[in-house]
């Protein structure tokens, strides 16, 4: 039990590293783009911000790709929507032992499963259609 604890602190460790290191790669594979925002802009993308007024690859440096991409419909017509989700996955935890009756044996096993499917909505950006632009925000923190 203390390995599978060990093995799941460095793995979070490594999510942890990952995702503070996700914007400044972003940024590097986009360099020219960035350097032409605003500093007001380059602020926020770099802290992982995003605001009415964005573009699509202004929203990808800032935050990556997005989770899923919807087509929602309001009263301006149909608008794309980028939605940014959590993956809380679930875990469960068996034990199980045996006793064998012919000869001697003894089994015990344990297992873990992890289950992705479900997830928790984080943020979501509204695109005008024809501006191409972050419209409206949405956070459900």
């Known amino acids: 039990m203390k390995t599978l604890c060990n093995y799941t602190l460095c793995a979070l460790a490594l999510l942890l ?10 940024i590097s594979h986009n360099q020219a783009q960035f350097n032409s925002y605003t500093p007001g802009e380059q602020a926020m993308i770099q802290s992982g ?30 608008h794309i929507a980028w ?32 289950s992705p499917n479900s997830t928790k909505l984080l943020k979501r950006f509204v ?3 024809q501006t191409g632009e972050v419209a409206k925000v949405e956070s459900y923190n």
């Open 17 to 26: 590293i990952g995702c503070a290191s996700g914007s400044n790669s972003r």
């Open 127 to 129: 695109f005008d259609r």
């Open 49 to 78: 911000q995003v605001a009415v007024g964005f573009d699509q690859d202004m929203v990808r440096m800032a935050l990556g790709d997005p989770s899923r991409e919807t087509t929602i419909d309001t009263a301006g017509g149909k």
């Open 83 to 114: 939605e940014y989700r959590e993956i809380k996955p679930r875990v469960g935890l068996t034990l199980g032992g045996g006793i064998g009756t012919r000869g001697s044996g003894v089994g015990i096993g344990t297992g873990v499963g992890v």
